[in-house]
C-alpha cells in the first residue's frame, strides 16, 4: 500500500507565498509522474502542475510564471512551491503520483493524498 502525505497548506494573503510537500511512502518501486491538482467549491477539480521522473514540467496557464513543481532526488516528494497568490487560486490542492509496484515497469497505479486546504483572503 502507498501513501501520500501532504502538508503546508494555509491562510495567505493575496500576493503571498505557501510551499505545498507530498511525500509517498510504503511498499513500492518508483514513481512515474506527481501531480497536484486542486478543487475549489462548486468547480470540478482541475490539474495544477505535473512532474515526472525526468524532471519535465507542464503547468496550467492561470498558474505558469507563479508556481513551480519540484521533486527530492530520491523521487518520492513532491513540492509546489506558490508564489503571488490570487483569491481564486483558494482551493483543496491534492497530490497525486503514478506509482510502479516493485519489479514493474508499467501499469502505474494512482494514487492521491488527502488534500490541503489553500485559502488566500486578507
Known amino acids: 500500500q502507498v501513501q501520500l502525505v501532504e502538508s503546508g497548506g494555509g491562510l495567505v494573503q493575496p500576493g503571498g507565498s505557501l510551499r505545498l510537500s507530498c511525500a509517498a511512502s510504503g511498499s513500492f518501486g518508483s514513481i512515474n509522474a506527481m501531480r497536484w491538482y486542486r478543487q475549489a467549491p462548486g468547480k470540478e477539480r482541475e490539474l495544477v502542475a505535473a512532474?515526472?521522473?525526468?524532471?519535465?514540467?507542464t503547468y496550467a496557464d492561470s498558474v505558469k510564471g507563479r508556481f513551480t513543481i519540484s521533486r527530492d532526488n530520491a523521487g518520492n516528494t513532491v513540492y509546489l512551491q506558490m508564489d503571488s497568490l490570487k483569491p481564486e487560486d483558494a482551493a483543496v490542492y491534492y497530490c497525486n503520483a503514478a506509482v510502479l509496484r516493485v519489479g514493474l515497469t508499467t501499469s502505474p497505479i494512482n494514487y492521491w493524498g488527502q488534500g490541503t486546504q489553500v485559502t488566500v483572503s486578507s
Open positions: 512532474v515526472t521522473s525526468g524532471g519535465t514540467t
